[in-house]
């Protein structure tokens, strides 16, 4: 079993940065994928970004192309978001997901079995 707790959220102005993090606890998740997904209101969870276990290979959602950076830090049993040149339209709870053991980076949800509780984003216009 794995423990996901996120952190960093808050609210900032349109064009603003914030840095969501994500801790593990309960096993290491040095040898498995991560993602990070988002439920704004009245919306389904959509996928924004996944790693791979080394951040060898990325993916993102094109909305945040560009603008958002995960990584992932295997020592502290980290990940991140590094969110840029945020828009009201980032405006959501983001969640961190994390995959079985020796699974690659995913966009889809449904190939995730670990979740952490969230954590809200709301940008201003």
């Known amino acids: 079993q794995v423990q996901l707790v996120e952190s960093g959220g808050g609210l900032v102005q349109a064009g603003g940065s914030l840095r969501l993090s994500c801790a593990a606890s309960?096993?290491?998740?040095?040898?498995?994928?991560m993602g990070w997904f988002r439920q704004a209101p009245g919306k389904a969870r959509e996928f924004v970004a996944t790693i791979n276990w080394n951040g060898g290979s990325t993916q993102y959602v094109g909305s945040v192309k560009g603008r958002f950076t995960i990584s992932r830090d295997n020592t502290k049993n980290t990940v991140y978001l590094q969110m840029n040149s945020l828009k009201p339209e980032d405006t959501a709870v983001y969640y961190c997901?994390?995959?079985?053991?020796?699974?690659?980076?995913?966009?889809?949800?449904?190939?995730?079995?670990?979740w952490g509780r969230g954590t809200q984003v709301t940008v201003s216009s």
């Open positions: 997901a994390a995959r079985p053991p020796y699974r690659t980076d995913s966009p889809y949800e449904y190939e995730y079995g670990y």
């Open positions: 309960g096993r290491t998740i040095s040898t498995g994928a």
